[in-house]
């Protein structure tokens, strides 16, 4: 079955600096690359998502990028703030299948 | 208000009793899964189901039970089998399986003493 390696496990920066998640999959047929925001005590939320069949996805200050011949994907935040500190993760899934996730990065940052 | 509810929020229990876990969805979602998470392991896969009355074992389905008789509920027993049972269990639903969004419960923390 499909595995999802998330590197790395925690992540400190200055607040306004750039943050960069990065994950791996194993199963080449999968098509669908989802990104979550867990704050602590709540359920995870879906913050951006891509498909196999785009390489790159913006949306604001986060964007993701997928590169399929490596099979590995990541999450990029610039210009983060204090409410950007989480628990981040990400997860692949294959058509008809449930989404396996990666451990998760937690990330903090200061101001 | 359209979303998934679990009950209870927070759930104890004695060592080798059985407990079931309720999820229910008003979204008219067809796929539902439960999620397991501890600390520093993510969000692990117990089972999931695509349709009504047909489910999937997940990653740790051991010491697990599921049923799905309605579109909307899809409960989770964890049995005394299960050897670890404390943790945060999470229910989700999307409107198609694999490729869509799933739409979390705010979750239900199980202690086993």
């Known amino acids: 079955g499909e595995n999802v390696e998330q590197h790395p496990s925690t992540l400190s920066v200055q607040e306004g600096d750039s943050a960069v998640i990065k994950c791996t999959y194993s199963?080449?047929?999968?098509?669908?690359f989802p990104w979550y925001k867990q704050e602590l005590g709540k359920r995870p939320q879906l913050i951006i998502d891509?498909?196999?069949?785009?390489g790159e996805k913006k949306d604001q200050r986060i964007a993701v990028t997928l590169n399929k011949t490596a099979k590995h994907f990541s999450l990029h935040i610039t210009e983060t703030q204090p409410e950007d500190s989480a628990v981040y993760f990400c997860a692949a899934s294959i058509l008809r299948t449930a989404l396996i996730f990666g451990k998760g990065t937690t990330l903090s940052v200061s101001s | 208000d359209g979303g998934i509810t679990q009950s209870p929020k927070y759930l104890f229990r004695k060592e080798g009793q059985n407990v079931t876990l309720s999820c229910e969805q008003n979204?008219?979602?067809?796929?539902m899964y439960w999620y397991r998470q501890d600390p520093g392991q993510g969000l692990r896969l117990i089972y999931y189901s695509q349709i009504v009355n047909d489910f999937q074992k997940g990653d740790i389905a051991e010491g697990y039970s599921v049923s799905r008789e309605k579109k909307e509920s899809f409960p989770l027993t964890v049995t005394s089998a299960q050897k670890n049972p404390t943790a945060f269990y999470l229910c989700a639903s999307t409107l198609s399986e694999g490729s869509s969004p799933l739409h979390f419960g705010n979750g239900t923390r199980l202690t086993v003493t």
């Open positions: 891509i498909r196999s069949n785009v």
């Open positions: 199963d080449s047929a999968s098509n669908y």
């Open positions: 979204l008219n979602h067809d796929a």
